[in-house]
């Protein structure tokens, strides 16, 4: 599967942004799918994931209630919507997808993911 992130910007802190991981496949359903992000000098980090059916969600403390993901298998897309963004959610934000069996002790894990999107810059000013 190929994945495209898109929707990332340069924004203040205090403001909202969507991004959103188009997906190739008309089995995108067959995926789980993640959220990850990567800042200058620091190693990719975990921020959502989403189960194929979007049922069963998981977040990085440092997201929680301030970021929702979500999916919608019609439009093999998948979103994360960022409130009340801070200057340190700043990095490039990847979408990624799993084929096959995952369990919430790996799903936080970049090396359990299969594929990844090429990435998009989120830039958070103070």
């Known amino acids: 599967v190929q994945l495209q992130a898109s929707g990332g910007g340069l924004v203040q802190a205090g403001d909202s942004l969507r991004l959103s991981c188009a997906a190739s496949e008309r089995t995108f359903s067959n995926y789980f799918m993640g959220w990850f992000r990567q800042a200058p000098a620091k190693e990719r980090e975990f921020v959502a994931a989403i189960s194929w059916s979007g049922g069963t969600t998981d977040y990085a403390d440092s997201v929680k209630g301030r970021f929702t993901i979500s999916r919608d298998n019609a439009k093999n897309t998948m979103y994360l919507q960022m409130n009340s963004l801070k200057p340190e959610d700043t990095a490039v934000y990847y979408c990624?997808?799993?084929?096959?069996?995952?369990?919430?002790?790996?799903?936080?894990?970049?090396?359990?993911?299969?594929?990844w999107g090429q990435g998009t810059q989120v830039t958070v000013s103070s």
């Open positions: 990624a997808a799993k084929y096959g069996p995952i369990t919430s002790a790996t799903m936080r894990a970049v090396g359990e993911y299969n594929y």
